[in-house]
């Protein structure tokens, strides 16, 4: 971890002999610097990648993959400061970048079973993480259609019982217009009993 704080201590230092060396030009604006300050934030994007990586790997007590993603990173971060002598000093940069790229190889060399099972395992790991995110889509994907068959059946229900409702309303309601075309009736009855009831004084 000491590598790795040295390597970030120089990462910041080049970048102050970056503004000192171009006050007033973009490093972007120099030989090189386009393509070299592109790639520069590339590498440092998977530089901090393995450095996360390798904290995991320390946490799960894996010394094998721990020293394996150690040795990545130190490659990563050693890139990043030769990006940055690119632009700072185009000529030594170069000679140092032919250098990386022997410790390169040598690393290829000898890690390569050990990259190889870090592949597998992290393809095995991409495979296993998109099944889980299938079957979560699948199961909330079930839950949004039981959810929709219940909203359905209730509203069912609620137009059956609102039906039924309303024809016990109308049953009552012609039963007590029945009950007072009948009461009418039997008033009725009642007057013309009594009219021709009364006796005549004549």
Same mark, same amino acid.
Request: hydrophobic share 45%.
């Given at each position: 971890?000491?590598?790795?704080?040295?390597?970030?201590?120089?990462?910041?230092?080049?970048?102050?002999?970056?503004?000192?060396?171009?006050?007033?030009?973009?490093?972007?604006?120099?030989?090189?610097?386009?393509l070299?300050?592109n790639?520069?934030?590339?590498?440092?994007?998977?530089?901090?990648?393995?450095?996360?990586?390798?904290?995991?790997?320390a946490?799960?007590?894996?010394?094998?993959l721990?020293?394996l993603?150690?040795k990545?990173?130190? $490659? +990563?971060?050693? !890139? #990043?400061?030769?990006?940055?002598? &690119?632009?700072?000093? =185009?000529p030594?940069?170069?000679?140092? *970048?032919?250098?990386w790229?022997?410790? $390169? +190889?040598?690393? !290829? #060399?000898?890690?390569?079973?050990? &990259?190889?099972?870090? =592949?597998q395992?992290?393809?095995?790991? *991409?495979?296993?993480?998109?099944g889980?995110?299938?079957?979560? !889509?699948?199961d909330?994907y079930?839950?949004?259609m039981v959810?929709?068959?219940?909203?359905?059946?209730m509203s069912?229900?609620n137009?059956?019982?609102?039906?039924?409702?309303?024809?016990?309303?109308l049953n009552?309601?012609?039963d007590?217009?029945?009950?007072?075309?009948?009461?009418?009736?039997?008033?009725?009855t009642?007057?013309a009993?009594?009219?021709?009831?009364?006796?005549?004084?004549?």
């Amino acid at each position: 971890m000491v590598m790795h704080t040295c390597i970030i201590s120089f990462i910041t230092i080049f970048g102050v002999c970056l503004q000192l060396k171009f006050p007033n030009v973009s490093p972007y604006e120099t030989a090189y610097g386009t393509l070299m300050m592109n790639l520069f934030i590339i590498e440092i994007c998977f530089y901090l990648a393995s450095l996360v990586v390798m904290a995991i790997q320390a946490a799960s007590n894996n010394r094998v993959l721990e020293d394996l993603t150690n040795k990545i990173g130190l $490659l +990563l971060g050693t !890139l #990043s400061l030769i990006l940055e002598l &690119l632009v700072l000093i =185009s000529p030594f940069g170069w000679i140092v *970048l032919f250098f990386w790229s022997i410790c $390169l +190889l040598c690393f !290829l #060399s000898k890690s390569w079973q050990s &990259l190889n099972t870090l =592949s597998q395992s992290a393809v095995v790991l *991409l495979v296993q993480g998109l099944g889980e995110f299938r079957q979560t !889509l699948i199961d909330w994907y079930r839950r949004m259609m039981v959810r929709n068959d219940e909203v359905d059946n209730m509203s069912i229900r609620n137009n059956g019982a609102d039906t039924e409702l309303r024809t016990q309303y109308l049953n009552i309601s012609n039963d007590r217009q029945a009950a007072e075309h009948q009461s009418q009736d039997q008033n009725h009855t009642n007057g013309a009993e009594h009219v021709i009831s009364i006796p005549d004084d004549s």
